[in-house]
């Protein structure tokens, strides 16, 4: 053999011995960290798995996470139920929705007897639907059937206490229903947040002048005419709450001033001349009876004649004269 081939032969001797020490260090450590394999029942037959080479594809697949089920009804009898009630609240809404938009022609041709019909049959259908419930109400207190009102501005106010219009439109129902109280609470609430506005002071005042709490009505009034000078009734309901407290003065004032702007204010006229009695000025008091027999008629004054406030001017003659005058006119009526 030459000395080429022997040399040839080593190393072919020496890579096989470096292969053979390779392999038994590789198979010595996968034998060291893999768990011995379970025995097979030797009844059972064990059959070859053949392993999956793990592509992009099947890992897609496979969830990192799997979520447990709650206990009951499988997710697709669940959707189904969901879909259900779903279909059921649109044709209920959808019901309620076509009664309300069939209320605004009803209304426009003065029909609010239907327009309430409509209302009330939108409420069967959505019970919670506070726009139908508002409306109602406003239809309720216009024929005034305030208790009914009263109930539907207090659901509206339970669900929304900030409902636009809603407190002060209980309150006036309130004081409709003489719970002047309750009316009051409201009132003076609004007032807490604004205390210029108009309507809250009327509907305190008033209250107040209900309660024969007359004193504490005067500076809403007051008020009501500091915002409105033009306000008329503020005006005269001032003037009768400064004659229930003895100033007739301020009073007669307020009456005159009334009856300058509203020369028809027949309660005005009556009021003025009881003022003027009670303030010792009897020639007024049967000069502004005159007036008001002149504009209104002597059948209308009649009644007030026989009132007890005109006894203290009942011996004057102009009284005496225009008392006469009521009676001839009544004998012609007989």
């Known amino acids: ?58 890992a897609a697949v496979i969830p990192e ?15 189904l139920e969901e879909t259900e009630d779903t ?16 209320v605004r022609p009803l209304l426009e041709r003065g029909h609010v007897d239907r327009a309430i019909e409509h209302l009330e049959a939108a409420l069967e259908q959505s019970p919670d639907l506070l726009s139908a419930k508002l409306a109602l109400a406003d239809l309720y207190a216009e024929r005034e059937r305030y208790g009914e009102a009263r109930d539907l501005y207090k659901q509206v106010l339970d669900a929304d206490p900030f409902t636009e219009g809603g407190r002060i439109k209980l309150a006036r129902s309130l004081q409709a229903l003489r719970d002047n109280e309750a009316a009051l609470a409201i009132a003076l609430w ?56 003895g100033d007739h003065r301020r009073a007669v004032n307020l009456f005159q001033e009334v009856l300058a702007s509203d020369p028809g204010n027949a309660i005005a006229h009556y009021n003025l001349a009881v003022s003027f009695v009670k303030q010792d000025q009897p020639d007024e008091a049967v ?11 002597l059948r209308f004054v009649s009644a007030w004649l026989r009132s007890r406030d005109f006894d203290p001017v009942r011996d004057l003659p102009a009284f005496e004269r225009l008392q006469a005058a009521v009676d001839a006119d009544d004998d012609d009526l007989i």
């Open 287 to 297: 000069e502004v009876l005159t007036e008001a027999a002149e504009r209104f008629g």
């Open 190 to 245: 609004l007032l807490e947040e604004d205390p210029l506005r108009e309507e809250p002071n009327q509907i305190a005042a008033m209250a107040y002048m209900a309660m024969n709490q007359v004193a504490e009505a005067v500076p809403h009034f007051r008020r009501q005419l500091s915002i409105n000078r033009d306000n008329v009734r503020a005006q005269h309901n001032l003037g009768v709450a400064y004659s229930r407290l």
């Open 87 to 102: 279909e059921i609240s649109i044709e209920r809404w959808r019901a309620a929705t076509d009664a309300i938009r069939a």
């Open 65 to 79: 996470e799997v979520a447990l089920l709650p206990d009951g009804d499988p997710p697709a009898q669940v959707a």
């Open 1 to 58: 053999m030459s000395k080429g081939n022997k040399i040839l032969l080593l190393l072919l001797t020496l890579i096989l011995i470096g292969y053979l020490v390779v392999l038994g260090v590789t198979l010595y450590r996968g034998h060291v960290a893999q768990p011995p394999p379970a025995a097979a029942d030797p009844a059972e037959p064990v059959e070859p798995v053949a392993p999956v080479a793990e592509t992009e594809a099947s």
